[in-house]
């Protein structure tokens, strides 16, 4: 059993076909036959189930599955390891992290590790959170950010980033001189709210009490086009005060606190703690880690409301 024959043997599992693994990782068919054959001489047991019209794992296969890529990651890690002894940083860093995150929360932070370190190229996997710990737990990005809380077992958590959720009305909206707002005030306008997601989950338990009287006029996926349609007059919605500070410094909109109340939406660093971290996400939660000292916002006061 080596390295070779198992990166064969997964490439057939996830593709479900022999001629399929042979392109993808250019081999001929036959031998990638052959490795299996041999994987499976050694296991002494049947890998795939071949009588369908795709290929498919026998319970054995399965088994071997999931220790076959724990091996192949640890070969990758101790290369990693080694190569990156008295080396200056450099390859690909992978992190996930949503869209408004992107666009909002870590701009500073690329740029500050852009800076000191130029040779890390940063690939961005954009979703939501729970699709992220999900690709940091298979290993497929090193570092994730993510609503908090999260309680995988394996997974370490550094908070990097509090904000509280305000009400955003439109410059000359009835409610644009308001000090502070209530949920029944909010309920009686027409509302524009995210399509899914945990700041949707925590709005709806906001507005649980008037939910059948509720004007939902739209339901978006991009906080930025939440901003642009609030901004046109066509309902307010609640978004974290970080997002739409620039129109606010524009005089687009207005943000206004809820009375009695305060939310925060939380966000915290992940990755997985059993698992070797490349030099470059070591060297970039350091810069994180940095930023956070330097911000003004602690973590979320755990007696009020937080997004989930």
Do not use: W
């Amino acid at each position: 059993m080596d390295y070779d024959q198992l990166a064969s043997f997964l490439e057939v599992a996830k593709l479900q076909s022999f001629s399929r693994a042979a392109e993808k990782i250019y081999r001929t068919q036959p031998a990638i036959s052959a490795q299996v054959r041999l994987l499976e001489q050694e296991c002494g047991e049947k890998l795939f189930d071949r009588s369908g019209k795709k290929v498919l794992l026998t319970p054995a296969g399965e088994i071997l599955c999931q220790y076959a890529q724990k091996i192949l990651n640890l070969q990758k890690e101790a290369l990693q390891a080694i190569a990156e002894l008295n080396q200056t940083p450099r390859g690909k860093l992978y992190i996930g992290a949503n869209e408004a995150t992107c666009l909002y929360v870590l701009p500073k932070t690329f740029a500050r590790f852009r800076q000191l370190y130029p040779l890390v190229q940063i690939s961005i996997y954009r979703n939501f959170s729970h699709k992220i710990l999900q690709k940091v737990q298979e290993g497929a990005v090193d570092l994730g950010i993510v609503t908090l809380p999260q309680t995988a077992n394996n997974i370490e958590v550094l908070p990097v980033f509090r904000d509280e959720v305000q009400v955003v009305v439109p410059k000359n909206h009835p409610l644009a001189r308001s000090r502070s707002v209530t949920v029944e005030e909010i309920a009686q306008h027409p509302l524009i709210l995210p399509k899914t997601g945990h700041t949707r989950v925590v709005i709806d338990r906001l507005l649980r009490d008037y939910r059948d009287h509720l004007q939902i006029s739209m339901e978006l996926a991009s906080v930025e086009t939440q901003k642009k349609f609030v901004g046109a007059g066509l309902g307010i919605s609640l978004i974290n005060r970080a997002y739409a500070q620039p129109e606010v410094a524009a005089g687009m909109l207005k943000l206004i606190p809820l009375e009695g109340q305060k939310i925060y939406r939380e966000l915290g660093l992940i990755y997985r703690r059993d698992r070797y971290l490349s030099l470059p996400a070591k060297l970039f939660l350091q810069v994180v880690q940095e930023s956070t000292k330097a911000s003004p916002s602690g973590p979320a006061d755990t007696t009020k409301s937080k997004l989930r």
